[in-house]
């Protein structure tokens, strides 16, 4: 099976303000490529970093899609600094508020697509020497 790693990371200036988000991916750890920096306009560093979750997911099933792989054929390493991302995906905790909710449900449905998933939480510093930021 093959095997690709995505490191996300969100956060927004204010809590809510403009949001932003980065990620890397890549079939290995260590051959990620570059950083994509995004923009979500005015939210929370949760919704923020639920965003860009899904916008690296995104990614990888269109990656897989151009190269005719089938994402049920594919294991996902997903690594992140966000407890709370990490813990209501994992159902460990609840998404109590709407909205997380139903970011948390559309990132578990691209996530489905996937033969095999792993999450990783990793300290923020980690996250911070990835992405570069």
Not at 64 to 76: D, H, M, R, V, W
């Amino acid at each position: 099976m093959a095997t690709y790693h995505l490191v996300f990371d969100g956060g927004s200036r204010g809590n809510p303000g403009p949001s932003y988000g980065s990620y890397r991916l890549g079939p290995a750890r260590n051959k990620l490529g570059p950083a994509r920096r995004l923009e979500f306009g005015r939210g929370t560093n949760n919704e923020a970093e639920y965003q860009t979750l899904i916008a690296g997911l995104r990614e990888l099933l269109k990656r897989l899609a151009q190269k005719g792989e089938n994402p049920s054929g594919t294991a996902a390493v997903i690594y992140g600094d966000s407890q709370l991302v990490i813990f209501q995906l994992e159902g460990e905790w609840k998404a109590k508020d709407p909205r997380m909710r139903r970011l948390r449900d559309e990132a578990l449905r691209l996530m489905d697509q996937f033969g095999e998933v792993r999450l990783v939480h990793q300290p923020r510093w980690r996250s911070v020497s990835v992405l570069g930021h």
